[in-house]
């Protein structure tokens, strides 16, 4: 009996381990990458200093000028919705985001502040989150070899460090819960990524392959909740502005007005 629980004491260590170190590295490479590209920002006068603050020189307030690190490009555009709501062009930017920043924001009293505070602990969280389903796949080292990979790699690390809706896109920790039989909060995290990105509605995908594969016709209840948070976004455009798929036409809009050729589905220039 003491052998017995010994080995499932040893065995708790080592996951917490395997599961804590990936969170630490991504930590470790936030600091290291924030100190350094602030050394590069520093300008022969001693002050931090660059091209976004002079795009910008009024958004973020005095005293936090160091979330600049952590802002850039259309990442400004977020906290700006929580304090000031929608406006043309801007509905091409999900909700969900904007929202965890406005509770945030309006608990803290710093809007900027709070962006930073919502985009690091969800991302944080996403890669406890992807080793718990690796695991579910894989042995417990291979899923933190997995983890280290994932939290690691560079795209995911930059989108997730700097203040973009991808930290809030909930869909790993969707298809878990489905996974562990925890159907509610599966369906309310994928309602979440579908007002997050806007492929995030995607994730019903797997979702309604399993329940058929499975013929487990009951379940397919619950997908009326992510259909719901569609719905309900789809009724808020509509309400505001006329139109149900606004954020489809602010997006077309968008990249029009920038020139790109990007979107939701990538749009070639040839003729």
């Known amino acids: 009996m003491l052998r017995n629980g010994l080995h499932h004491f040893t065995d708790a260590i080592e996951r917490n381990r395997l599961q804590l170190f990936p969170v630490l590295l991504a930590i470790a490479i936030r600091v290291v990458g924030a100190f350094w590209f602030y050394s590069l920002m520093v300008t022969q006068q001693a002050a931090f200093h660059f091209a976004w603050m002079e795009a910008n020189p009024s ?14 490009g259309d990442s400004f555009q977020f906290p700006l919705i929580a304090m000031k709501g929608y406006a043309y062009p801007v509905y091409v930017f999900l909700p969900a985001y904007p929202v965890f920043i406005w509770v945030v924001g309006s608990l803290i009293g710093n809007y900027w502040f709070g962006a930073f505070i919502v985009t690091q602990s969800f991302a944080l969280a996403a890669i406890v989150v992807f080793q718990l389903l690796a695991q579910l796949y894989m042995d417990p080292l291979e899923a933190a070899y997995a983890t280290l990979l994932m939290a690691t790699f ?8 700097l203040g973009y809706s991808e930290a809030v896109f909930t869909s790993i920790a969707a298809w878990y819960l489905y996974r562990r039989e925890k159907l509610v909060f599966s369906a309310l995290l994928a309602g979440l990524a579908s007002v997050s990105r806007i492929y995030g509605f995607a994730v019903v995908l797997p979702v309604f392959l399993d329940i058929v594969r499975k013929k487990c016709w009951r379940r397919l209840a619950y997908l009326a909740i992510p259909t719901t948070f569609v719905f309900a976004w789809g009724m808020f455009c509509y309400a505001t502005t006329g139109d149900f798929l606004a954020s489809l036409t ?8 920038t020139g790109s050729n990007l979107g939701l589905v990538q749009r070639s220039s040839r003729s």
């Open 59 to 72: 958004l973020i307030p005095a005293g936090w000028r160091w979330l600049f690190l952590f802002n850039g």
């Open 154 to 161: 560079p795209y995911i690390s930059v989108f997730t460090t």
């Open 250 to 257: 602010d997006e077309k809009k968008f990249y029009a007005l």
